[in-house]
């Protein structure tokens, strides 16, 4: 003989596909399960709801503190980024500023800027040997 869930299974299978109304199943449910096994299962059901709530609230307060800090952490990293692009601005003027000193340099003492770099080409040299 079919168990009390296999028969419930049938049923609801049934009431799905071919009946209009839920009333039914219901009534259905109610004379199929003994009163011990449906508050058992609505006990059951009642205790995971608990469960489920308390779990929804644990992780609603993850999620806010975790915003909060995805939050701070953007405001840092866009702090962070602006400091880079200033100091790329800045750096990239300076750059500038030292391509025309040489340039400059080379055009108005062409013999001293020559032995200057050769001897800058000589410390990098060692320095490099030395590594």
Do not use: W
């Not at 799905?16 to 839920?22: F, G, I, L, Q």
């Not at 009333?23 to 009163?35: G, S």
């Amino acid at each position: 003989p079919p168990s009390c869930i296999d028969r419930l299974h049938n049923l609801i299978i049934f009431v799905v596909t071919y009946s209009p109304a839920m009333a039914e199943l219901m009534d259905a449910v109610a004379t199929m399960l003994p009163e011990d096994e449906v508050e058992t299962i609505q006990a059951t059901q009642a205790e995971m709801l608990k469960r489920m709530q308390a779990l929804n609230q644990r992780l609603g307060e993850v999620n806010e503190a975790a915003d909060a800090r995805v939050a701070s952490t953007m405001a840092e990293m866009d702090r962070y980024t602006h400091l880079l692009n200033r100091a790329k601005d800045d750096l990239h003027s300076i750059f500038k500023r030292i391509r025309v000193l040489h340039k400059q340099l080379g055009t108005q003492y062409p013999e001293a800027f020559q032995r200057a770099r050769a001897e800058v080409s000589a410390e990098r040299a060692e320095a490099a040997e030395q590594s």
